[in-house]
């Protein structure tokens, strides 16, 4: 998976979906059963709650690692996944352990015979959630964020918006439509790093980075018109727009 919605409604379906699915597991197949525990309602409802709250707290961390780095990978999915898990053994043994329950396994024992027995059969259906879910559910608000070197560099608009972007020393200035008129943000930051973050740019020039959508015409064979604005086009880069 190298794409990522990141909004917390469509993960907290998720996790509904697959709290659901672990009372009904632990109800019928009961795979907590060290042969102490009864109450099979209250521990199914309550082994379910559990999952839901380890899969809402790593969704709102993942959240705040691709806002911090606007992308997302097989790295920080295995990193998610790995932490619904230490997360998903640690609270399900604190309940396993506490009055309610009064289990007699230790953590071992019981991430050997339990955790691991339910995660097997868990953990195919978090990772087909996530990558097909997500993946069906468009951003429908299509924002992109650009980030500079100073807390106060941010600037969230509309990808259909950005126009183009300049480079300027250690800094970056960012055209874009504001309610229809052209308008300009300057950060610092490089234009390299943002062609990195934002992969659908395209380079025109040294200094120059556009959004394909907003190409009219060449007025030259070295200046094209872009959405309210001209620039100039390198020779070495010229057929990055002709292809």
Not at 20 to 40: C, E, M, Q, S
Request: aromatic fraction near 16%.
């Amino acid at each position: 998976m190298n794409k990522l919605n990141p909004s917390m409604k469509y993960h907290l379906y998720i996790g509904a979906f697959i709290s659901l699915w672990v009372f009904v597991f632990a109800f019928f197949i009961r795979p907590f059963d060290d042969g102490t525990i009864f109450k099979w309602g209250q521990t199914s409802i309550s082994f379910s709650l559990i999952t839901f709250l380890c899969y809402g707290i790593v969704a709102i961390l993942q959240k705040a690692i691709y806002q911090k780095r606007l992308k997302w990978n097989a790295g920080f999915e295995i990193l998610i996944l790995f932490l619904f898990y230490l997360f998903y053994s640690i609270f399900s043994y604190v309940f396993y352990k506490g009055p309610v329950l009064n289990g007699t396994y230790n953590f071992s024992e019981f991430s050997a015979k339990i955790i691991l027995k339910s995660l097997l059969i868990l953990m195919p259906i978090i990772i087909l959630a996530r990558f097909f879910l997500i993946k069906l559910i468009p951003d429908k608000k299509d924002t992109i964020i650009i980030k500079g070197e100073s807390k106060l560099d941010i600037l969230n608009i509309h990808k259909s918006d950005l126009i183009c972007i300049k480079s300027s020393q250690n800094y970056v200035e960012i055209f874009f439509l504001l309610n229809g008129q052209l308008s300009s943000k300057v950060i610092r930051s490089s234009l390299k790093k943002i062609q990195k973050d934002l992969d659908f740019l395209i380079q025109v020039h040294r200094s120059y980075l556009i959004n394909p959508p907003h190409f009219k015409f060449w007025k030259n064979q070295n200046t094209i018109t872009l959405t309210q604005i001209e620039i100039p086009v390198s020779k070495s880069y010229r057929n990055s727009i002709l292809l």
